[in-house]
């Protein structure tokens, strides 16, 4: 009853993400099968503080992050409890909990690994019958591939987009990003906006039905996990060896801009960063490139006497 109770009011009055909602469904039911199992108790109610510590020693064999996830899941969930008035004390009150995760530099692409990539999807475009199924696919995975490189949007975040979310002139684009908050990227690269505009073309009557702008071979929206895939297996085909993932031309938008000069207030907007702090990681990276061109660019590297 709880559980559901919370779950509910994580989506229909924080409106929060399925991706969020998935992740508090399945830690708390990890969480229920373990008090259940190891304590004989039925009830989140009913857990003490000793429950939460031996709890923590359980989950310890996850990688520090996940276990920070699944702490904060229980967190939320506890405080909802108490501010619903569910249970009189809190088990997290009075728990010091201190995970450390290791800060990993975000991957970025370099630009021309994005042409490579750009150019593949050219290539294939040229070579497909403009009448086969195949060719509609294209022109759809280079409005993607375009589109996430232009606007460093969350692949969620692109799997929801709307049409109506898309100004006429392709010049504009509205998202509703985490937490509900909206904010507008524009689209200033020729080739992007005739990309999008090519792929609505071709689908327009499927898109206007279904409403949301990427679509997949249902005609329903285009899932985040297929998105992956295909991102994944264009690299592979560009000839880029490592792991490429969507949120891979997120970063490599944010430290694009930040290598141009581009003012980290800007960026913060552009990425829907609720703080500051969260885009700051994007200086490591380009400090981290800048010290790489100076090894490999600079004139005293020339210059030898010995």
């Keep these: 009853m709880h559980l559901n109770h919370f779950l509910s009011h994580c989506k229909t009055e924080k409106k929060l993400s399925e991706k969020t909602i998935e992740a508090y469904t ?5 969480f229920k099968k373990y008090i259940k199992e190891e304590f004989d108790l039925q009830d989140f109610g009913l857990i003490q503080r000793e429950h939460i ?8 064999k996850y990688a520090p992050r996940t276990i920070k996830r699944k702490i904060a899941t ?25 995970i450390r995760v290791k800060k ?9 690994e994005v042409t490579s990539i750009l150019k593949q999807l050219q290539f294939q475009k040229n070579e497909a019958s403009k009448n086969s199924m195949g060719y509609g696919l294209i022109i759809r995975n280079i409005a993607i591939v375009e589109l996430l490189f232009a606007t460093g949007i969350r692949v969620s975040e692109l799997c929801f987009l709307k049409k109506s979310n898309i100004s006429d002139d392709y010049g504009v684009i509205k998202i509703l990003g985490k937490g509900n908050k909206e904010r507008i990227i524009p689209v200033t690269n020729r080739d992007t906006i005739n990309a999008l505009r090519e792929y609505y073309l071709l689908f327009q009557e499927k898109i206007n039905q279904n409403s949301f702008f990427f679509i997949n071979r249902l005609n329903h929206r285009i899932s985040e996990q297929s998105v992956r895939h295909l991102i994944k297996k264009i690299s592979i085909e560009s000839g880029i ?14 430290t694009q801009l930040l290598e141009a000069n581009i003012n980290i207030r800007y960026i913060q907007e552009l990425l829907g960063h609720s703080s500051i702090n969260i885009t700051q990681i994007y200086t490591h990276v380009s400090h981290q490139r800048t010290s790489e061109i100076l090894k490999l660019k600079h004139p005293r590297n020339l210059i030898s006497y010995n």
């Design 26 to 30: 399945s830690d708390l039911k990890q």
């Design 53 to 60: 510590k031996k709890h923590l020693v359980h989950i310890n």
């Design 74 to 98: 229980l967190k939320v969930f506890y405080g909802h409890l108490q501010y619903e008035d569910c249970i009189s004390e809190n088990p997290f009150d009075k728990i010091r909990i201190n």
């Design 104 to 112: 990993s530099l975000p991957s970025v692409l370099s630009l021309d």
């Design 241 to 254: 060896k490592r792991h490429i993932t969507p949120h891979v031309f997120r970063h490599t938008f944010a």
